[in-house]
């Protein structure tokens, strides 16, 4: 599971997220990185896959469409 939670007071912006990785026995993994970045004036958060979480991350896109296409081409597993 992963919690990630945006806020706004209609003049600043702000989104957080945890930094596990959970089963249904609880925490198993911890990130060194977060699930959640910013990209120009964009803020990103993602679960899932922490590899597929960090090409996100290293790709510097904050365009849905070319990261969707980057993690496509990229050919990265969810693994």
């Known amino acids: 599971m992963t919690v990630i939670v945006g ?15 959970y089963d249904e026995g609880g925490l198993y993994q911890l990130s060194a990185e977060p699930k959640v970045w910013k990209v120009g004036d964009s ?10 979480i960090e090409v996100a991350r ?19 597993s969810g693994e």
Do not use: C, Q
Not at 7 to 20: N, P
Not at 43 to 52: A, D, H, N, P
Not at 65 to 71: D, F, P, Q, V
């Open 43 to 52: 803020l990103i958060g993602g679960s899932g896959s922490f590899r597929v």
């Open 7 to 21: 806020f706004t007071d209609g003049k600043t912006f702000s989104i957080g997220g945890d930094a596990g990785a």
């Open 58 to 76: 290293k790709s510097g896109l904050s365009d849905p469409y070319a990261l969707r296409n980057h993690l496509h081409e990229a050919n990265v």
